[in-house]
Nanobody
């Protein structure tokens, strides 16, 4: 049974940093593409960042230069380092795994990030 568990969310002030983690179990982590998405109140879920199984990364324009996605296959974990946080980054952040060979995808339960003074 595949499980993705996010952690690391919280309340921070504008300009501060936060690192999210997503630990995967029940799957061969190293072959999966890993994404971070977010959903703000009253808005649709949106793509934030991706890291492929060959460590290629890409980012939404809104976070480029401020957020960094990384993965540790030995720990079955993907990270999202967020810096220079803005109030508009406030959202529930979700981890998603995608198997490029078979098309399977799985979602975590989300972790809340609130940026406010």
């Amino acid at each position: 049974q595949v499980q993705l568990v996010e952690s690391g969310g919280g309340l921070v002030q504008p300009g501060e940093s936060l690192t999210l983690s997503c630990v995967a179990s029940g799957m061969m982590f190293k072959i999966y593409v890993m994404d971070w998405y977010r959903q703000a109140p009253g808005k649709q879920r949106e793509f934030v960042a991706r890291i492929t199984n060959t460590y290629t990364t890409n980012y939404a324009d809104s976070v480029k230069g401020r957020f960094t996605i990384s993965r540790d296959n030995a720990k079955n974990t993907v990270y999202l380092q967020m810096s220079s946080l803005k109030p508009e980054d406030t959202a529930v952040y979700y981890c998603k795994s995608y198997n490029p060979g078979y098309g399977y995808e799985y979602w975590g339960q989300g972790t809340q990030v609130t940026v406010s003074s």
